[in-house]
């Protein structure tokens, strides 16, 4: 069965630095998506990606988040400036297929 | 307020009990997905509805469409069903997924 990829499974980081989240989707699919889930409560939608563009993005989704799919088949979340709170899991997704997630702590 | 909501929140159960967590949503669908989480966080997804019924294994998902609710059920239960189960929705084929907050499931032997 097709799988999502997600590197790497934990992330510790130093409040302020920049963190990249990496996935590697469903080879063929087209839509592409960012969901987080801080501890306790519930996955939220981060944003959106077809056809290389953000096609939807979440409040959540504000200027320090950015993704990209540099090389056609890896699909990126980088925070450019960690804040406290965006420790949480972090899941890709090809449409409704979903990757083990990226479990993101700032300290 | 929430697009989806589930009930209970938590439920203990004995071992070979049958289990029913209920979902109800207030948006139109294109599809209704049953997910499920174990400590540790990763979500597998269990059954992908839009009409009906579907059955897999001991597991049941019925969805009603016109009273926007569905329902997972779990038979003869088992200390390894122990795990969040999560009822989302999108409201068209390629749209996002809106999650519901999860029911805590844990099955006592």
């Known amino acids: 069965e097709p799988e999502v990829t997600q590197t790497p499974s934990h992330q510790v980081t130093q409040m302020g630095q920049e963190v990249i989240l990496r996935c590697v989707p469903i080879?063929?699919?087209?839509?592409f998506y960012w969901y987080r889930q801080i501890l306790g409560q519930k996955v939220e939608f981060l944003v959106s990606?077809?056809?290389?563009?953000?096609?939807?993005k979440s409040e959540i989704f504000d200027d320090q988040f950015s993704v990209e799919r540099p090389d056609g088949s890896n699909f990126t979340l980088k925070i450019r400036s960690t804040k406290l709170e965006d420790s949480a899991m972090y899941f890709c997704?090809?449409?409704?297929?979903f990757g083990s997630g990226t479990r993101l702590t700032v300290v | 307020k929430n697009e989806v909501e589930q009930s209970p929140q938590n439920l203990t159960a004995q071992e070979g009990e049958f289990i029913t967590i209920n979902c109800s949503y207030s948006?139109?669908?294109?599809?209704l997905h049953w997910l499920q989480q174990h400590p540790g966080g990763g979500i597998v997804s269990l059954f992908m509805?839009?009409?009906g019924k579907k059955k897999h294994g001991r597991l049941i998902a019925t969805i009603n469409i016109q009273e926007k609710h569905s329902s997972l059920h779990i038979t003869a239960s088992h200390p390894r069903d122990s795990a969040v189960y999560i009822c989302?929705?999108?409201?068209?084929?390629?749209?996002?997924?809106?999650f519901g907050p999860g029911t805590s499931l844990s099955v006592i032997p």
């Open positions: 997704a090809s449409l409704y297929t």
């Open positions: 080879s063929n699919h087209l839509y």
């Open positions: 990606f077809y056809n290389n563009e953000i096609s939807e």
């Open positions: 948006v139109g669908i294109s599809a």
């Open positions: 509805l839009s009409s």
């Open positions: 989302a929705v999108q409201k068209t084929s390629y749209d996002k997924v809106i």
